[in-house]
């Protein structure tokens, strides 16, 4: 069963495989014997370890394989070396292995297989066990001395005395043979006395002795196994899921996808998790199974209270478990389950009535002194119990007050949960509405509410057709017309267009001055705005900022003054839209409102990155990403905020962190406009590298290529960029020309379709003189009047900031000059770009020696960047004018994110350390690590921290 469930994917493990290569490559040399493996049950130590071996034996190692069984401490002696000797009788033969021993020594081998003879006479005395250790040594020795020899062993932890002290001998005494052991153990099976910590110690002293303890996977590394797995990238909640109940452990993930997602506990792991269990005194397990109904992690006190014991005979009965790992001791004398899988496996094990019973008492008691637990916690821990002790009244009574509190700590996604069992549990209990103050409709209104606020989409459109289907909009149109807007913002978020008559009825149902038409006033405003109505949209601002000041309520003015800022930022007024931006962030600190707070920072974000201020940006980014995750909203505002960060470093050439930021953002599930919005920004950065591929593959995702209609500008402007730029990569100017005069047309017969905001504005304007320059030639007549409308456009934009005015340059073909302000605002591609543009210039005015001397400037840009087709394009025109261009140096190779990642690993930083200094994944280190070594063209990291020093990289 879970064979078929193995990834076909290597996740993970990059690191500790590189440690074991390295550990191998110090054997040849003599300075390693050995490696310890340690890791819980399930973690991938036999994984890693044949990955390990099976390239070992790729490079021509010799590997050989050997095991320990449960039995072995019962007297299985030198079960691994006998089945290591074993495989090699079957590779070589008798004859030849005693070859490599001294005359009659293979009788001391006989002790181990019956193939070598009788065995010598004397027994298991001291003598006769000092003489087969030797001979083992002699023998593992003569293999190495024909090829390097790797012996993997797997679960000491289950080795005999006789293993256990071979292993001994062995590690301390192979310096220097070409020789390493590879031993892998279970962590979690060593408890206090187990026999092997002793000799764990005795090795961790020996220098050529390697520790290697495998952590857990992390969320990101789960999500790449089940990928692998299931074969497509599993959705957002899923990875939650199994990586919630899994903890990160591969084995468990296995387990779990096996099973299904139905699966309330996987028998595959009843065994592994159980048995553990199953060998505790039967006071212990009563206690454990007592524990598991609390969680899994109960405190000492309330456990004691629900389970009746004393402090002594609550601890007695305890002590066994924790001496075998079941339970660990948590902080304020608390318990805590190993995993939790085997909470939920002996959780399990309650009978019906039992399960009840223990459910009922904890809420009792919890109720009776809600200090038992911890701060904050009392809440969601009655709803849970009374809801497993099946009272309906106060499961559903509890689940509505924990939601109130999950609202108040901004924990929308616990809310949904809790909200959707009191709607499942409204029918059991016949004064429902009167026992916790709303009705069923109420109900309905806030789980919508909590589901678009944590960006679970199809749930919220779900709660709000249920609340609408309640309502009759003639006796209650205020609260009907707020469930209109919610689904017309829900229907926005999926990507859906024509929502304008959603928010026009909305509109028209609450006609009056009043609080609910201010609320519709909002969202509707910000939509026009992103269509490009501004006109009518700062109408309606206008009325909503009236409407709020007199009504008094800030969140809703800050609101409507961040849909201004976009009308400010539609208009070109940067500057005005970051002072409006400003006055709305200080409203929500003031307010202490998470929602605009959060808003206002990622739309600041945008619009420091369009003035040039891209560090300050950035670091608004971090702060904004931090925020969103404290006040519960990472799906939609934090990944808004993560999206606009990787915009800022992609227009600064730090794509690989651009890289990263995308690609942790897709991984959280963004809502489809954020995500294609994130598409479009990884497509900007495969056109700079020439990824092809990657490109057509986003376009066609987009519906670019089937010209699927979008109705929001920033949408529309950046997917005709985008397309243009693909034609433009792939040699096809006419189909670019194509498509610049299809844009041109719609921009002149409806002025919305043609964006007049700055940036996007003179950025796509540059595009097109870019597109005219390589049509030119072939359709002077069509090349004539895309210039003639374009500067039409042109005359209608203003140019607010340096990086307008920048693409204000480029598209006046003042080459020079734009590569100037480009470098003023440290931004390489596009520095490089009209730097080569110029180049091209006086090239063919005859001035080979200005478009050399600019070329040289260009090209350590373009390869810093591993810009591919600049590259190209750099080398073409200078072998056209005769210019021989220099390799770049390794400085200039090299990202800034490279140099520091490097730094770290000079300093001898494992991937994992790196991870945490940088707040990035350790896949995402190995990256780097990978893009290093090759970029320095050596092999280790020790060669890379040597040619680091060597070419004073970090010095610089």
Known sequence: MLGRSVSPVFVGREEELTALSQAFDEARKGTATA????????VGKT?????????????GAHVLYGGCVELSTEGLAYAPFTAALR?????????????????GAERDLARLLPEFGEPSGDGETDTGRARLFEQFLTLLQRLAGNRPTILLIEDIHWADRSSRDLIAFLSRNLGTAQILIVMTYRSDDLHRQHPLRPVLAELGRVSSVLRLDLPRLSRDEVALQMAGILGIDPDYPKVEKVYERSEGIPLFVEALLDCGEDCAFPESMQDLILGSVERLPEETQRVLRIAAAGGIRVGHALLAAVSGLSDLELEAALRSAIAGNVLQIADNRAYVFRHSLIREAVHDELLPGEHQRLHSRYAEEISRDRKLVPPGRAAVELAHHWYGARNDLWALISAWDAAQKSFGAFAYTEAIPLLERVLMLWDRVPDAAERIG????????RASEAALAGGELDRGIKFVKAALAQLDETREPARVATLIVRWANLKIYKGKTGVVDDFQHALRLVPEPTLARASVIMPMSQHLMLRGDVKEGTRLIEEGLRLSRDLGDKCLEGDLLLNLALGHSIDGDT?????????????????SSGRLITRAIGNNIDALSDLGRSEEALALADEGWQLAKQYGRMRLNGLFILLNRAEALEAIGRWDEALEAIGQALSLGPVLRTHNHLLRVRADIALGRGELAVVEGILAELGVLKERPEEFLQDITNSTRLRIGWHLFKGESLAALAVTERILSLSSQSPSSQSPKAMLGWRRLALLTLVC???????????????????????????????????KLTYSRDFDAAAAAWERLKRPHNQAKALVRAATVVARSGDREGAATRLAVAAPLAAALRATPLIDEIEA??????VVQQQATVPELLTPRETEVLRLVALGRTNRDIAAELFISAKTVSVHVSNILAKLGVTTRGEAAAAAHRLSLLSR
Do not use: C, W
């Open 35 to 42: 490696v310890l493996v340690g890791g819980e049950a399930g």
């Open 47 to 59: 994984r890693l370890v044949q990955r390990f071996a099976e390239q070992a034996a790729r490079s």
């Open 87 to 103: 495989q090699l009788v079957r590779e070589q033969g008798t004859t030849q292995i005693a070859a490599l021993l001294p005359g």
């Open 438 to 445: 709303a009705d069923h409709t109420a109900v309905l209104e």
């Open 575 to 591: 500057e005005a839209t970051l002072a409006t931006n400003l006055r709305a962030l200080e409203m929500g600190r003031q307010e």
């Open 773 to 807: 320059d390589t049509a030119e030639d072939a359709e002077p007549d069509r090349v004539r009047a895309v210039r003639e409308q374009a500067a039409k456009v042109a005359a209608s934009l203003k140019v607010s900031g340096p990086v307008a005015e920048a693409y």
């Open 877 to 882: 025109l200078s072998r056209r004018v005769g």
